[in-house]
């Protein structure tokens, strides 16, 4: 029961809140904050430098002097804290994406009432706050469960919406796999007996919004290996501008001013990938919670791009799960209408998927042209005993359908013929089921799992990815082998034990390959663990879902696949942001340092731009590192577009596109910047104000 509590709906798309993140941008100029990205924090440390030498020059004697200039020292300023803006809006961009998100999934905690049973059996109303783990509650039509839990008695149908947007209900009841439950989801029909298996606030909601709003995000390996990378490259461009600036000295070739110098430092440093490495983090945990999975860390995202193998279940995952009837198979001497009819009729009150499909194909074969349906006296259900079903007709005549033994201990041997087409019928992957009436074999009809639609498509990709597929199955080899051989897994492993996949998972790792895998069961727990990457179904037990580092609210096996996709476009978008950072790097070497020597002739060739001012040039490119940073938001927001390719494709890629166009970038948008300021300055409008204010600075 609820106080007021809202009708759950599907979860809308958030919006996102940008002046939120424009202030939570601001609010990252703590040296505490800044600190947490090294690149960045060195800009911010010269920020704050020229800010005092611009305000109290006198404070340092040997910058003010010949040449000194604080509207040039202002301006360098002005961008510095540019630079450091957008960087820090970008990550809070990412955030507020995150922060949207996990509002949408607040509006459906509301205060909640249980029935929690006391240890003398009696039920007591207690506010979900006063529960503990291993407290029992019952539930029942129309309310809302108050924390996660696992049912251990009863079965109802329960609504989930507002975690995985599926207007469905799901099924949950005592034993099984199909036991987990979630606090806030709503009772539509049923009652059970639930077992609290989480303290209030630690619950999967819980969870869900911070992990969400990134307030738990740690950084991948890789990420922290880059972030290391950068910081000594950064160290190293300090230490070789302090060694130019001391040659300057000593030849007295040419006077460069300190802003410059800085200019050129902040210029050189990996500002753009400096700037957005925390947004491209933080997007892609995002965008796979938009794919309706929560990732418990970017670490298990960004291994979804790195894998090696992939271990998929057979059922529901490479097939559809259900085996449908496609050939039937008469006895010699039986005419195909009296298998078709015989068929239908042990099939009719078959509830199963199977039992289904093979009334609809006698259906379409003609069984309902065979004559007026005869009159069932009994039906006879499949048993774990006789493991066979059909019917009993009013005559007294028996139908039976089952596996090909079990109606051999009924009937007898089926003849050669019909156990030839059987054996072919188990090399060809099918599962054949046996008809008979009276005890007598009339033919056999032949059912088969059906691979689903795309899932060749899907796995040829990931081979072309260099990820290796092993497909694990409780099925025959036969059966196992055909299936492979039709979906395109590269292996597969047969006659799966419970322990199997933790078995293959071990094999894996030990030599040195990252793996991934899909289950729901508390079996599948130490696999899911155990993997790099473990994706647990949301519709599977509590101790699937705590074991998994990804956990998928549709509960969909193949969504895997698109986990994958999304690991591999966080490495590309990653790799290529790095790319076009250096390489625009390189350009702004070429344009600042000509300007910089432009009256020394030895080195007038590397001016290809023509940037004769050498302050205006400084302040250009300089300007133009700012700038790169916000422009290139959506691409670490959205990510680069992505479609599978091999290693070195990727590679060509992104020389091409982002290396090329990197440098190319610089070039362009330095050469008009240059002369789109010269302009400005040179107008009638601006001359005035820049007058006023060196007038209002030197004051």
Not at 423 to 433: E, I, K, V
Not at 617 to 639: C, K, Q, Y
Request: with cysteine; hydrophobic share 45%; glycine share 10%.
């Amino acid at each position: 029961m609820a106080d007021g509590a809202p009708e759950l709906a599907a979860r809308r798309a958030p919006r996102i809140g940008l002046g939120s993140a424009v202030r939570q941008s601001f609010a990252r100029f703590s040296p505490r904050s800044m600190a947490r990205n090294p690149v960045m924090f060195v800009v911010y440390i010269f920020t704050i430098f020229t800010a005092i030498v611009t305000i109290a020059p006198w404070l340092f004697p040997d910058i003010e002097g010949a040449g000194f200039s604080r509207t040039y020292f202002l301006a360098i300023t002005v961008i510095l804290f540019l630079t450091i803006w957008f960087s820090t809006f970008s990550e809070s961009l990412a955030e507020a994406q995150g922060r949207a998100q996990a509002e949408s999934l607040r509006g459906v905690q509301t205060r909640v009432t249980a029935r929690r049973v006391r240890p003398d059996g009696k039920e007591e109303q207690v506010e979900a706050s006063r529960l503990r783990k291993g407290d029992i509650v019952r539930v029942g039509d129309r309310e809302l469960i108050p924390l996660d839990g696992d049912v251990i008695d009863g079965v109802a149908e329960i609504d989930e919406s507002m975690m995985t947007g599926e207007s469905a209900a799901v099924i949950r009841e005592s034993g099984g796999d199909k036991t987990s439950v979630l606090g806030g989801s709503r009772v539509l029909r049923g009652k059970v007996v639930v077992r609290i298996s989480v303290d209030p606030g630690e619950g999967f909601l819980d969870r869900m919004i911070r992990l969400v709003e990134g307030a738990t995000r740690e950084k991948s390996p890789n990420e922290l290996a880059l972030t290391l990378l950068l910081s000594a490259f950064t160290i190293a461009l300090l230490v070789a501008i302090l060694t130019f600036d001391y040659m300057l000295d000593a030849s007295g070739a040419v006077v460069v001013s300190l802003g410059t110098l800085i200019a050129l430092l902040v210029c050189l440093m990996p500002t753009t990938i400096g700037g957005l490495l925390p947004a491209i983090g933080i997007a892609a945990v995002n965008r796979v919670s938009y794919a309706n999975v929560i990732a418990k860390s970017g670490r298990a995202v960004e291994s979804a791009g790195d894998l090696d193998v992939l271990i998929l279940d057979k059922t529901g995952t490479i097939t559809t799960g259900n085996r449908i009837a496609v050939e039937l198979v008469a006895a010699p001497g039986v005419e195909t209408a009296t298998l078709l009819e015989a068929s239908e009729l042990a099939s009719a009150y078959d509830e199963t998927p199977e039992g289904r499909s093979i009334v609809r194909l006698a259906s379409r074969r003609g069984a309902a042209r065979t004559g007026a349906r005869p009159e069932v006296a009994k039906v006879l259900p499949f048993t774990p005993e006789r493991r066979v079903s059909g019917v009993v007709l009013a005559d007294g005549h028996e139908i039976l359908k089952g596996a090909v033994a079990s109606i051999e201990a009924v009937a007898g041997p089926l003849g050669p013929e019909l156990e030839r087409t059987a054996r072919d019928a188990a090399l060809r992957g099918m599962t054949p089921l046996a008809v008979c009436r009276d005890q007598r074999p009339l033919g056999i009809v032949l059912l088969k799992d059906v691979v689903k639609p795309g899932i060749p498509d899907r796995l040829r990709e990931l081979r072309l990815m260099g990820i290796r597929t092993i497909m694990c199955t409780g099925d025959n080899r036969l059966t196992a082998r055909a299936i492979a051989r039709e979906s395109g897994v590269d292996e597969f492993v047969a006659e799966a034990r419970p322990e199997t996949k933790l078995e293959l998972v071990n094999r894996e790792k030990a030599a040195g390959r990252l793996v991934a895998m899909t289950g729901d069961g508390t079996n599948d727990a130490p696999a899911l663990a155990r993997a790099d990457v473990g994706l647990a179904m949301n519709s599977g037990t509590s101790a699937a879902k705590e074991a998994g580092n990804m956990v998928d609210l549709d509960s969909d096996p193949t969504k895997i696949l698109e986990v994958v996709s999304l690991g591999k476009q966080l490495l590309i978008t990653r790799g290529g942001l790095t790319t076009f950072s250096v390489t625009n790097d390189v350009a702004k070497y070429f344009a600042i340092l000509p300007a910089i020597f432009v009256g020394i002739s030895g080195v007038a060739f590397l001016n290809v731009l023509g940037l004769h001012d050498p302050s205006l040039a400084v302040l250009a490119t300089l300007l133009f590192n700012a700038l790169i940073i916000p422009i290139m938001i959506p691409v670490a927001l959205r990510g680069a577009p992505f479609r599978p390719r091999t290693a070195v494709e990727l590679l060509r890629n992104n020389l091409v596109v982002y290396g090329i166009g990197g440098f190319a970038s610089a070039f362009v948008g330095i050469f008009f910047l240059y002369y789109a300021l010269q302009y400005l300055i040179a107008s009638p409008w601006i001359a005035p104000i820049l007058q006023a204010v060196t007038h209002l600075l030197g004051s």
